[in-house]
């Protein structure tokens, strides 16, 4: 049952992942989704699911700040750069960005969840987890007690973080990634589908198989952004 709406939302993005969040956002939250934002040079449509789609660079005109929140819906692209610059350039506008948990996600109650997450169905984060701001964890995940996710990550479908482990910033950890206990992964580290952790994982590098190995491909090649 859909609950009864409390806030209006502006979501920012008009791909897939915009879709998706407006769909759990509207079945599965307090929020009221008014509108889409895009900027002017990847507006593809004016409207969606009958909602408008507006530029992002004159969103705050037309939505003001004072009554309106966000949700920056971008997946992965540049290494998660692109949701992250938007995120902080709706901050600059004023907005204050919403967090989604599903209701069918398992969250402990003394889990820190940042601001602009979205933790889908069937995802499982246990006790003293953090996760930090602009965080997306797909659904069948587990983050295991008292691990943290560094800001910006994507943390991908059937993930299996074990106990105190850290994740950093920026990382992308793809479908069926599991790893040992007390692990650090360093940021702007990617790994592939099925990939096993037994070592900590230096960051800035693609690693892939059964245990993770590197590939010799830095992270930042591999979604073409430029390293820092």
Not at 67 to 91: G, I, M, Q, Y
Not at 141 to 151: E, P, Y
Request: hydrophobic share 35%; aromatic share 10%.
């Amino acid at each position: 049952m859909a609950q009864r709406k409390q806030g209006k939302l502006i979501i920012v993005g008009s791909g897939e992942l915009a879709e998706i969040a407006h769909e759990y956002f509207t079945n599965d939250s307090p929020y009221k989704v008014v509108a889409f934002s895009a900027e002017h040079d990847f507006l593809k449509k004016k409207e969606l699911f009958g909602l408008p789609v507006v530029p992002f660079e004159d969103v705050e005109r037309l939505y003001p700040p004072r009554n309106h929140k966000v949700f920056v819906a971008v997946s992965f692209t540049e290494l998660n750069r692109v949701r992250t610059r938007l995120l902080r350039e709706a901050k600059r506008k004023g907005y204050a960005p919403v967090s989604y948990v599903s209701s069918r996600a398992f969250v402990w109650g003394n889990v820190q969840v940042g601001e602009n997450c979205f933790i889908f169905e069937n995802t499982v984060v246990q006790h003293r987890s953090k996760l930090g701001n602009n965080v997306i964890v797909w659904s069948g995940s587990i983050i295991c007690h008292r691990t943290t996710i560094g800001d910006n990550t994507f943390v991908g479908p059937h993930v299996v973080i074990s106990g105190y482990c850290e994740v950093g910033k920026n990382c992308f950890l793809g479908a069926n990634t599991s790893t040992a206990d007390e692990l650090r992964i360093g940021k702007d580290c990617v790994t592939g589908v099925g990939t096993v952790v037994v070592r900590n994982l230096e960051g800035g590098k693609v690693y892939v198989g059964n245990p993770a190995r590197p590939t010799g491909k830095s992270s930042f090649a591999a979604f073409g952004v430029r390293e820092p």
